[in-house]
């Protein structure tokens, strides 16, 4: 059993008021309840010691007269428990973690490494800081043509895509290095070298880097199907499709190859989004199209990212909120509308801006749009419903490219579908998300967005 003086004989330097989980998370749990005991039958004087200087200035300045430590301060103060993130107590406690925990330098690479090998090393290094921009970028100007290797330009181009790391000048180097190994590469290769672009939404300033990948899918097109399909993805999230090789993916005799695969049902659903992509974008396209019976959702639930990440998420917050503005009957939450784009909050609004209950009307809009059969010329939609759809769209800080201001290629190409189809986009920011104070201000922030495109609800609103 661990006791209050064991405790403090481990850290003697260490105020009780800056017991936090974030500084001692092993601990933690164990005195917090020790010391709430001591507190309830009267312990030792001993246990109750003064506060270091930081936090006495702290609890002077908050002008409580009350000492920082106790079970709650042992839990660790948040802002809703009504300590400020930016109070002088908050500051104290965030200066000590970072005094106690300072970053892990880099890794160190042996210096008779070659510059190639320095950074294939890197990029191998799970250690590796995720963003080493600089440290990449002169990796990249030190080593020799014949360094750089398909093997390390695949690390490099995984690493951007995975940390999200928007760079110009590591995504131009690897559009450079496509185009001039274009005769060594496979469509297997080509695809994780492409992955990165449309994944950060980056279409490089190569000239040949289009020209290059056509003639790569023309070539290995009927090689590796599945590398085929990945390769489209990208580029569909660049709004780059190629004519040519949408022919080849949507005949009859590659659907018939890739059906009996083991990976039939993902081809399938990156072929429905690109068959989407078609309908949507490329007005012009005359050739095959997907057949309705191949046809499947394209994203029928909320991304693995989001699924991930969903205790970091403001969707339950902005769940409650729209509860308690518009009732609960009046949005529905993770909708999936044709032909298979799930959304976040979608509103049903009548043509004078009264938010209406959902369950009196369709929530959904038609697909195709167009009154005309699959691949003939568009005209007028099918639908003279007066009732528009407002989909409110979260946008957390992981929907973004690291520097926080570029979509990513996915949800940059749901968000521009959606609008496509007829569906009016209402973004929240996570910026804007992040700054209100509790679900009252969140509530405000609400308000305000809705009123500013003219919705009405309540009494008044229908």
Known sequence: MVSITQLHASSPALCPGLRCSAVWPAAAPASTALLSGAQQVGGPASWRRPPCRPCARATAASGTGEEPWGAAALAGPEPHQGFPSDGPLMCALEQERRFRLPPKPPPTLQPGLRSGQRLEAALSCPRFLRRPQQHLIRSLAEARPEELTPHVMVLLAQHLARHRLREPQLL???????VVQEAQLSSKVVQKLVLPFGRLNYLPLEQQFMPCLERILAREAGVAPLATVNILMSLCQLRCLPFRALHFVFSPSFINHVSGTPHALIVRRYLSLLDTAVELELPGYRGPRLPRRQQVPIFPQPLITDRARCKYSHKDIVAEGLRQLLGEEKYRQDLTV??????????????????????????????????CPQGQAASQPTTHDPAQRVVLMLRERWHFCRDGRVLLGSRALRERHL?????????????????????????????????????RWGPEGG
């Not at 973004?427 to 308000?447: A, V, W």
Request: hydrophobic share 35%.
């Open 419 to 455: 609008g496509l189809l007829g569906y009016q986009l209402l973004p929240l920011p996570f910026e804007e998300l992040e700054s209100q104070r509790g679900l009252p201000q969140l509530k405000s922030y609400l308000r305000q967005k809705l009123q500013a495109l003219g919705l």
């Open 338 to 371: 044709p032909p298979g784009y799930c959304t976040d909050f979608l509103l049903c609004v009548s043509s004078s801006g009264a938010v209406l209950p959902v369950r009196t009307q369709d929530p959904f809009l038609p697909y195709p749009p167009r009154s």
């Open 172 to 178: 131009e180097a690897i559009a450079h290095f496509l």
